[in-house]
């Protein structure tokens, strides 16, 4: 390969991270005459260079600051809205977004750089040597690259839609009129995705357990639960608008072989819902990455704790989060009047995950009662619902002398999200079978809520969508759910909500407006975002088949 003064540039930047350990490195002097073949030559530094791609995976809080994706949809509030000064959730709530400025606009960008140095590895695949003490280290390194460049392409496609397909690395001097690239039809990036998470399922280790100085890299469990999140998404109806069944009918194949490779790998559902959140390690978890740290600016427990509790207060669930928890005993929503569910007391008797997830005014946080009309009150400047995150959160940690924290993970994958993805598949492939409920009811009777027994494929639709939303809740899957359903315009274009507690003793409670909430559903507009402005300009007139979202 030609080596130009750019790639020599981009080699060199990595190699501080690929490379600081590595003896010949540290011991030479800095030039531009680092080559390809000498990052490559040694499996340490291969290995290294791989692991610099997963830093791009997403966290629990979005680039420019301390926002969460759930606060762009109806799940949170995000109380400060900072959206005139840098795009965040606020930008999705007011659909004030443009193609110059909208929030995850830099994703473009970074997430093409993890798919270049994807396919940089790939073409310097064969001059890695072997390791003679781990002969399936360098296969495993190709499966997973080959899994990241499908993730990162997925992460395009849900942001995006249609995205150009580079499966090589491209030189801009060698043709220049090659870089100007069309956008790919979704079926084309979809069959890519597939094509690569097969070939790394093949390549890749069920998991770690004999090696887990490895465990959080890619494996044959994480590739299939990956393409069937692919397969369910594609065959959904923002994707698939004239239902085909054969795209259900492959996603049920690919959900239901992820489970069972799960399953038969040791992943279980934790006895305790919030273990999967709170624990390092998990066996309900499938794959992962390190989550904020605790404390000051953009720390998890700093952000989301209420403000007599020494946080800032600044994500706050919804009402109409709150509202999709149903009763314990009965199984019932709170609006069926055979529920139980008593207005003056709407905390009771409430499925477990409620509490597992919200903290509510009056609940027990570290000792004392929370609040909301006095240690809890917002700051000025702060709209707010007047409910915290509970999930993700340590009861032990304490903000004012910065002790008690320990190091928790943001949860990518896990084994509840695998029997949900297949109950939702088979429901619109096959309709009320058993195994549809046999899956619904894994995951509700973890939390010891009644069996479901669904007989109608509409209202089992309707379930296994409320059961993701409370089940996944403040995950991230939320927002692109409701727009895989072709919902979004809806749930996403109204008035959201808090509560207001009233009085003192026997309370009396209000449910007051936070925020109208806007989306443009013109042509589909806030279905996708747009592509960067800059991306426009670079390509116009270049490539006719390189166009704007509609809408944008």
Not at 17 to 31: E, G, I, M, Q, Y
Not at 182 to 191: F, G, L, W
Not at 498 to 504: A, C
């Amino acid at each position: 390969m030609k080596i130009t003064s750019i790639t020599k540039r981009f080699i060199w930047l990595l190699l501080p991270l690929c490379c600081a350990c590595n003896k010949n490195f540290l011991d030479r002097k800095p030039s531009d005459k680092i080559t390809e073949r000498e990052v490559f030559k040694n499996i340490e530094n291969a290995e290294k260079f791989v692991n610099v791609i997963y830093q791009s995976l997403p966290n629990m809080f979005k680039p420019g600051g301390a926002w969460i994706l759930g606060s762009a949809t109806d799940e949170t509030n995000q109380s400060i809205d900072a959206s005139a000064s840098y795009p965040d959730a606020g930008s999705f709530n007011n659909s004030s977004m443009s193609p110059s400025a909208f929030p995850m606009q830099g994703q473009w960008a970074e997430f093409f750089g993890k798919i270049r140095s994807c396919n940089l590895f790939l073409s310097n695949y064969d001059i890695i040597p072997n390791d003679p003490n781990y002969p399936e280290r360098k296969t495993r390194l190709r499966g997973e690259v080959l899994l990241l460049r499908g993730y990162y392409y997925f992460q395009l496609m849900i942001r995006w839609g249609k995205v150009p397909l580079l499966t090589a690395v491209q030189n801009p001097f060698d043709n220049p009129e090659d870089i100007y690239y069309k956008r790919n039809s979704i079926d084309e990036v979809v069959a890519q995705i597939a094509s690569d998470l097969d070939a790394s399922a093949a390549l890749l280790p069920a998991g770690y357990d004999q090696r887990p100085n490895n465990w959080g890299r890619a494996s044959k469990t994480i590739a299939l639960a990956l393409k069937g999140r692919l397969l369910l998404y594609y065959a959904s109806p923002l994707y698939n608008p004239t239902n085909a069944g054969p795209r259900w009918a492959a996603a049920v194949t690919a959900c239901r072989a992820a489970l069972d490779t799960a399953l038969n790998n040791g992943y279980v559902l934790n006895a305790k819902y919030s273990d999967a959140f709170t624990q390092y390690f998990s066996r309900e978890v499938i794959w992962s990455r390190p989550a904020p740290g605790a404390y000051r600016d953009g720390g998890l427990d700093q952000e989301m704790n209420p403000r007599g509790a020494g946080g800032y207060g600044n994500i706050n669930p919804l009402q109409e989060l709150v509202d999709a928890y149903e009763m314990k005993a009965t199984g019932l929503p709170i609006t069926d009047p055979a529920s139980g569910y008593n207005p003056l007391e709407p905390y009771k008797g409430r499925d477990k995950r409620f509490e597992e997830t919200i903290l509510y005014p009056g609940a027990m946080w570290k000792g004392r009662a929370l609040d909301p009309n006095g240690a809890d009150a917002p700051r000025p400047g702060q709209v707010i619902s007047n409910y915290w995150p509970r999930k993700y959160l340590l009861e032990n940690v304490n903000l004012f002398n910065l002790t008690g924290a320990t190091d928790r993970k943001w949860v990518l994958i896990r084994l509840a999200e695998l029997y949900l993805n297949y109950a939702e598949a088979l429901n619109e492939a096959n309709g009320p079978v058993g195994d549809v409920n046999a899956a619904i009811n894994a995951v509700r009777n973890r939390v010891d809520m009644p069996a479901y027994n669904g007989t109608d494929r509409d209202k089992i639709r309707e379930k296994i969508r409320n059961e993701r939303r409370v089940e996944l809740a403040l995950e991230d899957h939320r927002f692109w759910d409701v727009r895989r359903w072709n919902i979004a315009h809806i749930v996403d274009n109204r008035e959201v909500h808090g509560v207001k507690v009233i009085g003192q003793g026997n309370v009396t409670y209000e449910y007051p407006v936070v925020e109208k909430r806007i989306f443009n559903n013109n042509q589909n507009r806030d279905y996708w975002l747009p592509v960067p402005q800059n991306e426009i300009d670079k390509v116009a007139g270049r490539n006719s088949e390189f166009k704007q979202n509609t809408g944008w």
